[in-house]
Nanobody
Framework: QVQLVESGGGLVQPGGSLRLSCAASGRTLSVYHMGWFRQVLGKEREFVAAITPISSTRYADSVKARFTISRDNVKNTVYLQMNTLKPEDTAVYYC?????????????????WGQGTQVTVSS
C-alpha cells in the first residue's frame, strides 16, 4: 500500500495562492489515480480534483479554473495549485490514491489517504 503525506497548507488571505504537495512512499505513484478531497469540520468530505496516470484531470465545479492538479512521477509527488482562494476554500485537504480504471469522484473508491493539511483563507 502506498503511504501519502500532504504538505503546503497554511493561512492565506482571500485572493492568494497556495500549492499543496502529496509525497508518496512505499509504491510508485505512476500507476495510481490520484485525488484531492477536502473536509470542513462537521461536514462531509468533498471531491476537489483528480488526475489519472496519464494526467487527464477532473475538477469540482467550485474550484474549476482556480485550482490545478498535476503530478511528477519522477518525484513521486502530486500537487494542487490553488489560486484566487476564497474563504469557502477553508478546509482540511487530503490526497488519496486508487488503483483501477477511470477517474472517480467518490472517496469510497480511494484506498490510501494522507493525514491532511489545513488550509485557512482569511483576512
Amino acid at each position: 500500500q502506498v503511504q501519502l503525506v500532504e504538505s503546503g497548507g497554511g493561512l492565506v488571505q482571500p485572493g492568494g495562492s497556495l500549492r499543496l504537495s502529496c509525497a508518496a512512499s512505499g509504491r510508485t505513484l505512476s500507476v495510481y489515480h490520484m485525488g484531492w478531497f477536502r473536509q470542513v469540520l462537521g461536514k462531509e468530505r468533498e471531491f476537489v480534483a483528480a488526475i489519472t496516470p496519464i494526467s487527464s484531470t477532473r475538477y469540482a465545479d467550485s474550484v474549476k479554473a482556480r485550482f490545478t492538479i498535476s503530478r511528477d512521477n519522477v518525484k513521486n509527488t502530486v500537487y494542487l495549485q490553488m489560486n484566487t482562494l476564497k474563504p469557502e476554500d477553508t478546509a482540511v485537504y487530503y490526497c488519496a490514491a486508487r488503483g483501477g480504471y477511470g477517474i472517480s469522484l467518490s472517496q469510497s473508491s480511494y484506498g490510501s489517504w494522507g493525514q491532511g493539511t489545513q488550509v485557512t483563507v482569511s483576512s
